[in-house]
Structures are given as structure tokens and as C-alpha cells.
């Protein structure tokens, strides 16, 4: 086959060009943390003294830091999804550094005494394995939307998208989740959000190839 | 340059509106850089370039496939140069690092009305080899045959809508093989 055949078969190929990616991630994601939520709300419902909740500062920040996480996350992810991708997000900096600034608010306003309880809180266990499973529906959908990336690297771009769909179950989680001490969001939090990283980066490296 | 840049550019946002003519301009165009890119990226891993061809043909298929992905406000350019070369090193991976036998003395060899399978015939050639029913049919009409769209669902008493699908899903099926040959 000459290379003329190949450019004129190809021109032949007039099926319209879907949606943007990024738009079409969004519509995923979105799907996944709304039936994410209502798992959420039908097994263990939101904490009861949500409301009042939302004026502390700790529990600002620890919403605040996933929020951020997913922003920064969704964008490194549009990015790692081009073949010329740019690379170092540098914006993936800032959920980090946000918390790591309320814990040392933290470590300034309580005494010494405190931080180890403060760091291992109630229910540990239930941040690891609970914000994974929140975070699989959105997984599958942005697996399934991103396959039609052409990343440069798909380890990247899997690592990313893991860490966006990581922090949007934290993100579910802690509507539910009483443990607010910055300590223990940066340990169990951090924690539970780098399973779901791993488990992003090993699919991507599988799923991305193009 | 700037110029055919923003050319380039404004046939692709053409392209994606479904005008064919541009997009056969583009494609077109695109040629000489691709060749170009692809070459430069063989030569400097010190590769022979028996393989170019074949570069060549799986980087326009790539481009076909995922201009979706190519959004207006990036520069058209380096998205290309950056699909190429990705494209070039799986190229390199997938063929390992193999030798080289030279044809000529080969070529000698052999008595002259011999056809010689496969030699000459690219990756993209032989995989249409692969794909089964309808869509083997469309892309036979209109790759080798040249025919257009219309004229392969005539000839294959299909709808020209049934074609133009049929078309779409052969050429990712392509790509799909490409994509699994080299695991």
C-alpha cells in the first residue's frame, strides 16, 4: 500500500471526532462520585454534625486539601494525556502544602501529649479501605474515558488519574469521616490516596498503550 | 513557516467539522514532516531506516485516530513532532534491536518472476490481512482498489452510512492490531 492510499483512506474516515477528553473525563467522574455518594449515604450516611462541622478549621483544611488534590490532579491528567505532554505539575504541589501547614497549626496549638491519639484516631482502618472502594467506580470510568489518550508516558498519565480519582473518594469519605485532626488526614489520608495512585499508575501502564 | 503552521492549524479545525478536503490537505501536508521527524529520530538511536515506512503509516493512523485529543489552543507542530517520535520508539522497542540482512545480494538469487511475499509490503498492508468480514471488504475497496466511500458500498450493496461506520471501525481495528503486534 502506497502512502497515498493510506492519507486518501483516511480522509474517507469522516466519523466525527467525539467529545474533549476533558469534558467527556469530567462526565465520567462526575458519574462515578454521584453513585460513589449514594453508596455512601445508603451504607453509612454523611456524619451526623455535618453542619456544624464545616466551621472548623480542621475540617475546612481537610476538605480543602482534597479539593485542591483533585483539581491539581484533573489537570495534570489533561496534560499527561498528550503525547507532548508538558509535565511537572507543579500545582500538584499545593494540596501537600496546604496540609502540611495545618499540621503545623496543629503541632503549635496542642500540646505534645495529644499527637499521637490526635494522629492514629478512631478509625484508621476504615480510612484505608473505605476510601479506595469509594474511589473505584470513578476509577473505572476515567480508565475507560482515558483510554482514548495518546500520553507520552501512560505510567504518568495513570499515576495521575489515580490520584485525581484517590482524592475524589477522600473526598466522599470525609463527608461521612469524623477523624479531623490534620495529623491523621495527612497520614491515613495520604495513605489511603497512594494505594489508589498505585493502582492507577499499574492500570495505566497496562491500559494507556496506544 | 508560521504561515503553513496556521494553516496547517486551520485545516485541522476544519477537519474536525468534517470537511474532508481539508483534512485530506492536512494529511497531506503532514507527510514531509512526519518523514522527516521519524528519520531524524531513526538515525540519531543509529537505526537503518528499513523500518521508516512503517513508521510512517502507524504515526498518520495515530494522528487519524487521536486528533480529537489535539486541542486549538496547543501550537499543531510540536503536537505532531511529539506523536511522531513516541510513535518512533515504540517503532524501535517493538523491532528489538535485529539485524539487518542486506537485500541486493539476495535479490540476485532469486529467479526475476518470483513474487516476493511481503517484501515491499508495509505492517499496515499485511494487517489488513487481519481484519475479518465487512471490514476487510471496505478497506480492500478503499485502500487498494481506490475507491471512495460511495463507490465501496455500491459495490458491496451496503449503505453508504453502513460503509462509512464500517470504514471507521476497520481502521481502529487496525490500530487495535498494530497496538497488540508488538506485545
Given at each position: 500500500m502506497k502512502l497515498d492510499d493510506l492519507v486518501r483512506t483516511l480522509a474517507e474516515d469522516t466519523q466525527q471526532p467525539r467529545l474533549p477528553l476533558g469534558r467527556q473525563l469530567t462526565v465520567g467522574l462526575a458519574t462515578g462520585a454521584a453513585l460513589s455518594c449514594a453508596i455512601l449515604l445508603v451504607t453509612a450516611g454523611v456524619r451526623p454534625d455535618?453542619?456544624?462541622?464545616?466551621?472548623?478549621?480542621?475540617?475546612?483544611?481537610?476538605f480543602a486539601f482534597a479539593g485542591l488534590l483533585m483539581a491539581a490532579a484533573f489537570a495534570a491528567s489533561l496534560d499527561a494525556a498528550q503525547p507532548d505532554a508538558r509535565g511537572g505539575s507543579r500545582a500538584l504541589a499545593a494540596a501537600p502544602g496546604l496540609l502540611a501547614a495545618a499540621v503545623g497549626a496543629e503541632l503549635l496549638t496542642t500540646p505534645a501529649g495529644t499527637w499521637g491519639a490526635a494522629a492514629s484516631g478512631r478509625h484508621p482502618e476504615l480510612c484505608l479501605v473505605v476510601v479506595p472502594a469509594l474511589s473505584a467506580l470513578p476509577l473505572i470510568a476515567a480508565v475507560a474515558t482515558l483510554r482514548r489518550a495518546a500520553p507520552a508516558s501512560p505510567t504518568r498519565l495513570g499515576l495521575a488519574m489515580g490520584l485525581l480519582c484517590g482524592a475524589l473518594g477522600a473526598f466522599v469519605y470525609m463527608l461521612r469521616c469524623t477523624d479531623d485532626a490534620p495529623l491523621f488526614v495527612a497520614i491515613w489520608y495520604s495513605a489511603a490516596i497512594a494505594l489508589v495512585g498505585l493502582a492507577g499508575a499499574l492500570a495505566g501502564r497496562r491500559a494507556f498503550r496506544w | 513557516m508560521e504561515d503553513e503552521e496556521q494553516q496547517w492549524a486551520l485545516w485541522m479545525q476544519a477537519a474536525a467539522e468534517g470537511d474532508q478536503r481539508s483534512y485530506r490537505r492536512l494529511l497531506d501536508a503532514l507527510v514531509p514532516l512526519i518523514t522527516a521527524v521519524a528519520r531524524t529520530c531513526l538515525a540519531r538511536n543509529g537505526r537503518d531506516l528499513s523500518e521508516l515506512d512503517d513508521v510512517v503509516q502507524e504515526?498518520?493512523?495515530?494522528?487519524?485516530?487521536?486528533?480529537?485529543?489535539?486541542?486549538?489552543?496547543?501550537?499543531?507542530?510540536?503536537?505532531?513532532?511529539?506523536?511522531v517520535v513516541n510513535k518512533t520508539i515504540?517503532?524501535?522497542?517493538?523491532?528489538?534491536?535485529?539485524?539487518?540482512?542486506?537485500?541486493?545480494?539476495?535479490?540476485?538469487?532469486?529467479?526475476?518472476?518470483?513474487?516476493?511475499?511481503?517484501?515491499?509490503?508495509?505492517?499496515i498492508e499485511r494487517l489488513i490481512g487481519h481484519v475479518r468480514g465487512r471490514q476487510r471488504l471496505v478497506l480492500e475497496a478503499i485502500a487498494l482498489k481506490g475507491q471512495t466511500v460511495r463507490e465501496a458500498a455500491d459495490s458491496l450493496g451496503m449503505s453508504e452510512g453502513a460503509a462509512r461506520v464500517t470504514l471507521h471501525r476497520a481502521i481502529k481495528a487496525i490500530a487495535e492490531l498494530v497496538r497488540k503486534a508488538r506485545t
Open positions: 455535618l453542619p456544624e462541622a464545616l466551621l472548623s478549621w480542621q475540617v475546612l483544611a481537610k | 504515526s498518520l493512523l495515530a494522528i487519524h485516530l487521536k486528533r480529537h485529543l489535539w486541542d486549538a489552543s496547543r501550537p499543531l507542530v510540536p503536537w505532531v513532532r511529539a506523536l515504540d517503532s524501535m522497542r517493538r523491532r528489538g534491536r535485529r539485524i539487518v540482512v542486506p537485500i541486493e545480494p539476495l535479490a540476485n538469487m532469486l529467479p526475476a518472476d518470483t513474487p516476493q511475499p511481503d517484501m515491499g509490503r508495509s505492517d
